[in-house]
């Protein structure tokens, strides 16, 4: 099979390509700078140098594919959601030209409500626009990255696990590499037909509160959840010169988790194994104690 996976460097894509090179393929990536990929991994697959957002680029890459993973990478434009339709529809026409037979999309929860959703409203526009090539498709409704909390080490530093959210607002949290592991088996399995969304959403439902708990027993610090006003998260992202529309992006994502329950229930085939607390003792725990 030719298998052609986007953001071959990022936290899912690498795994994919790992798994796909280990199962004795030879993936296409598509990538905007190759010498970013993984050394020991390059020279088993066929690169194709160039950015999600160029038509061309993902033309060139899709030509002959038999399977595309398909992420698509936060863009820079002023109002995300737009820009996120934008890569969908250069990715959904280059599998309509090229025929591609089966995409695999890193979408999110919450793309199912298509609206209020932020940044994840783009995803549910892209999820129609890959429905409507013809292509068979599995959408995979990712849950909370365990990742996002890298985002903010020195908060966590300080003991402070911030969150616009109610801190005993329950989501699911899932580890990007189960993710990986998830999407290279479908990208694998050559046989399945239709369009589908499939839940990716790690071992349980965690609150801020418990994920609080849990790391800080990993990581062997004190660390508390706490709720903080959008107005103030909002002045910050404007200060560091956010657009008001990608402001609404970043606060949407958590606003819409409000009283919304996901359309693939956690069940033995959307539940990945990694428990956050192994993932914050292998990952977190070294990053905390190298700022002290």
């Not at 530093?157 to 993710?179: C, K, N, Q, S």
């Amino acid at each position: 099979m030719r298998i052609v996976v986007t953001t071959p460097t990022g936290r899912v894509g690498s795994r994919v390509l790992q798994l796909l090179v280990q199962a004795g393929m030879r993936p296409t990536v598509l990538v905007r700078d190759a010498s970013r990929l993984n050394p020991g991994l390059a020279p088993h697959c066929d690169v194709v140098e160039g950015d999600s957002g160029d038509p061309n680029a993902v033309l060139r890459a899709t030509e002959h594919a038999d399977a595309l993973y398909w992420v698509s990478p936060a863009p820079q434009d002023d109002d995300p959601v737009a820009g996120y339709l934008r890569l969908g529809s250069v990715a959904a026409e280059a599998v309509s030209v090229n025929k591609v037979p089966r995409v695999v999309f890193q979408s999110s929860v919450g793309a199912e409500a298509r609206s209020g959703f932020g940044d994840i409203d783009g995803l549910g526009g892209t999820e129609d626009l890959f429905n409507n090539t013809g292509a068979y498709v599995t959408h995979l409704r990712c849950g909370y990255f365990f990742t996002n909390l890298l985002m903010d080490l020195e908060s966590l530093r300080a003991g402070v696990l911030a969150t616009t959210l109610p801190v005993d607002h329950r989501m699911p949290w899932v580890d990007p590499r189960d993710i990986g592991d998830v999407a290279a088996a479908r990208l694998l399995a050559p046989d399945w037909t239709g369009v589908r969304s499939l839940g990716v959403l790690g071992p349980r439902d965690l609150s801020f509160t418990e994920v609080a708990r849990i790391v800080a027993d990993a990581v062997g610090r004190p660390l508390a959840a706490e709720q903080v006003p959008e107005n103030d998260v909002a002045d910050g992202l404007r200060a560091a010169g956010l657009t008001e529309a990608q402001i609404n992006g970043v606060l949407g994502m958590s606003r819409g988790q409000l009283g919304f329950s996901p359309e693939n229930p956690r069940n033995s085939l959307s539940g990945t194994p990694t428990t956050l607390g192994a993932w914050a003792y292998e990952n977190l725990r070294p990053l905390l104690a190298a700022g002290d």
